[in-house]
């Protein structure tokens, strides 16, 4: 085995242990001199003063010491190892062979002597710890690893620090490393407003996530720093409390409480002028998760019952900051909690103020990514944000913009120039419009740079192309997306809210279909069929509380907060239960859908398209040989009928699909033909039709009843047959070309 060596401070306290014990003249080094010597110890003494006072142990040492029999003076002698100083010594070094240390340390002589049986040096520890081995030496390394960091930071003797301030923060130490509060002054003139209270001088931030609660105790920190507040603040300390740290190692009842009363009995007493002492604040971040910390049982005492005579006696002055969900939730239940603290709104920055703050905040991010801002890319980064996250909050989500696009900018860079460039590369509007593509599934289309419109204006031509003789459809869909780009729509409305109307098989779920590929977005397809029923219509929106299914959110609503810029396809909305058209309501007039808990899926960005077939029965009584009224009008007459006035006010438009002529037909014979023209290309097979096969399957595909979909089942019973046994048993095994034509009124192979 390894030689095992020694920390430069295990030595020392060994060393000391030995001139303790020729000091009082015994004969052999116990390790009752060496708890001596390590009561003496700063680092160990912190430790242990969370439990004990580090005095009385050494006071019961030096006791126990006294009555020792002692070697005469006028002989001479050289003490020796005790057995059980051996013992300590054995096992710390067995502690360290077992473990990852690389010296015995001083926690491994501390558990040496833990470990002895019959050993008043091990029953006098023990006593001071109150028997709680396992959290003092948690402590006890912790503390050793904290005194490590500091040493090597600093390069020299650390000055002595209270155990309590290990486990806070003081942020007017730290707050230069911090982004600058911009902007807030209301909020910070009314927190400083109620921190001079006399009584109950406790404000509580509440706000949404990412609004800048954190940010606005920062900005109070540099003011003090800086000298900017009332004579009453001057000189007061802010320390950040953390629940994490005051949990960790926390094993058995009354660490956490020992903690808490620690820090605050600290904070209390930590006072630059003794002449004119000023009361310190203590900032709670996520003070909710006060309420219940610690308690083993629904009467025990937890962290919040505690604060309360702090929170009264006036010595400490504390700011908490949570949010509007989690206030709600959890603190509101404390109604002692509430009647301490002064509430103060953090509203989330209109668009303006975000603009204003990330172009203060612009100086630090260019300088750490080495890059360039644009003005008009800072801008963009708080527009786009605002419209399309909708599940975060301002100035938070525009940071993150400008932050991920300047890293995204660094790294390219760097692969493509290598390391140690000093060109600085300019972000422009196209970058953070790629990072919000990537993030939050918006299409490049909808990110277009100003001048590129030619994708948008070529839409409706391609989606023509593969579309046939629904122009007006077309029409209204392509209109509402560009008024959108153009930012002419009502911002609190969806893209478009439509209603097709039809026979079956004329297109109407393809336009949908076309429409999401074409626009690059997801195409979200709710079968109505499956919610016939009252109680399948709430897995929409998640089920009432107490139910079922409680826990997995709505369908609807959770397909929308995941891809918020999509086609939503409502198929045959007609069969669904007719509390289907309560619950969209919402969406099509506000753009907003609330579930079974609360949380809010937008709609801004959707495209919301329902297809009906209603009144298909009626409709064939219009048509005859005089009739020039088409099945879809006949339909769109029972479709007033069938659907709620309320309902059809709030569509964008409700659009007549005209039945299949058969112009139509043979269009779309001709595309279904060229797809299958791609399949057989992989097959080398090369199929051609002669004008009477084509003319065949036209006759035989094309009736108004059916639509297209009856093209389908004739070129699948009719064509494929054909062609599949010849690519698999005879000519074509191998490609080739083949023609089909007419033999005795049926499709054959020439």
């Known amino acids: 085995m390894a030689e095992i060596r020694q920390t430069l401070r295990a030595s020392k306290m060994l060393n000391k242990a030995y001139e303790y014990c020729k000091k009082h003249r015994h004969e052999f080094v116990m390790p009752e001199h060496l708890l001596l010597a390590l009561a003496e110890d700063l680092t160990f003494c912190e430790a242990l003063i969370i439990f004990d006072s580090t005095q009385q142990l050494d006071d019961r040492v030096k006791e126990y010491l006294e009555n020792i029999e002692s070697i005469p003076e006028d002989m001479e002698y050289e003490p020796e190892t005790s057995a059980q100083m051996s013992k300590v010594i054995e096992s710390a070094v067995q502690q360290v062979a077992l473990s990852s240390a690389e010296a015995v340390d001083i926690p491994h002589l501390t558990k040496g002597i833990l470990e002895l049986k019959d050993s008043w040096a091990a029953y006098l520890l023990n006593e001071s710890i109150q028997g709680q081995e396992a959290s003092f030496m948690s402590h006890l390394i912790n503390f050793y690893r904290y005194d490590d960091e500091l040493t090597e930071e600093a390069g020299e003797e650390r000055k002595p620090d209270a155990a309590w301030k290990h486990l806070v923060t003081c942020m007017n ?330 026979p079956t098989g004329v297109g109407k779920t393809e336009v949908a279909r076309v429409l999401a590929k074409e626009l690059g977005i997801e195409l979200i397809r709710f079968d109505m069929s499956e919610y016939t029923e009252k109680h399948a219509v709430a897995k929409l929106i998640g089920s009432p509380a107490g139910y079922v299914g409680y826990e997995d959110g709505g369908l609807l609503t959770d397909a929308i907060r995941k891809s918020p810029n999509a086609v939503l396809l409502l198929d045959e909305i007609e069969k669904a239960h007719e509390d289907i058209y309560n619950i969209l309501l919402q969406a099509m007039d506000y753009a907003r859908l609330t579930d079974n808990k609360g949380r809010k899926a937008d709609f801004r960005n959707v495209v919301l398209i329902m297809t009906s077939n209603a009144g298909a029965q009626f409709a064939s009584s219009h048509i005859g040989f005089s009739s020039n009224v088409s099945r879809g009008e006949a339909m769109m007459k029972q479709v007033k009928k069938t659907f709620k006035p309320e309902f059809l006010n709030r569509l964008t438009g409700a659009v007549v699909f005209h039945d299949m002529d058969k112009e139509m037909a043979t269009l779309i014979l001709k595309k279904k033909l060229r797809e299958l023209d791609e399949k057989l290309e992989a097959k080398q097979v090369k199929m051609t039709l002669t004008p009477e096969a084509f003319d065949h399957l036209l006759k035989e595909g094309f009736t108004a009843e059916y639509g297209a979909r009856e093209m389908d089942r004739v070129i699948a019973q009719q064509l494929k047959p054909l062609l599949m046994r010849e690519i698999l048993f005879g000519r074509l095994k191998n490609g080739g070309d083949v023609t089909i034509n007419i033999k005795d009124g049926s499709l054959a192979i020439k």
């Not at 904070?267 to 002449?275: L, M, T």
């Not at 004119?276 to 308690?295: F, K, Q, S, W």
């Not at 890293?407 to 120039?417: F, I, Y």
């Not at 299409?443 to 989606?463: F, K, T, W």
Request: proline share 4%.
């Open 173 to 502: 130490d730290a707050y230069k490393k911090q982004n600058p509060l911009i902007g807030r002054k209301e909020e910070l003139e009314r927190t400083i407003q109620v921190l001079c209270r006399m009584d109950k001088n406790n404000p509580l931030h509440v706000g949404e996530p990412g609004v800048g609660k954190t940010a606005l105790v920062w900005g109070l920190a540099r003011m003090i720093e800086e000298g900017n507040v009332p004579e009453r603040l001057k000189g007061c300390k802010i320390y950040q409390l953390d629940l994490g740290t005051l949990l960790a190692g926390t094993q058995y009842r009354g660490d956490f409480e020992n903690r808490i009363k620690q820090i605050m009995d600290g904070v209390a007493a930590d006072q630059a002028n003794p002449v004119e002492p000023v009361a310190n604040i203590v900032y709670i971040d996520e003070i909710h998760t006060l309420v219940g910390a610690g308690a083993t049982s629904d009467s025990a005492l937890d962290a919040s019952n505690m604060l309360k005579p702090y929170l009264e006696s006036g010595n400490i002055r504390f700011i908490g900051s949570t949010t509007y969900e989690e206030y709600n939730r959890h603190f509101s239940r404390s109604k002692g909690m509430i009647r301490r603290f002064q509430q103060i709104d953090i509203p989330e920055p209109t668009i303006d103020e975000a603009k204003h703050i990330l172009r203060q905040l612009q100086s630090r991010y260019e300088k750490f990514h080495n890059v360039k801002y644009d003005d008009n890319a800072i801008d963009f980064a708080v527009e786009a944000s605002a419209k399309h996250v909708n599940d975060r909050f301002l100035p938070d989500k525009a940071i993150d913009l400008i932050d991920e696009a300047g890293a995204q900018l660094e790294v390219k860079g760097e692969r493509s120039k290598g390391k140690g460039r000093k060109s600085q590369v300019s972000v422009t509007k196209a970058d953070i419009a790629e990072v919000l593509a990537k993030t939050c599934k918006v299409d490049a289309l909808a990110m277009a740079e100003d001048n590129d419109y030619q994708q948008l204006e070529s839409l409706a031509p391609r989606m023509l192309s593969q579309i046939y003789g629904q122009d007006e459809a077309i029409r209204q869909v392509v209109e509402s997306v560009q008024m959108s780009r153009a930012g002419l729509l009502d911002d609190n409305k969806p893209l478009a809210s439509l209603l097709f109307v039809g």
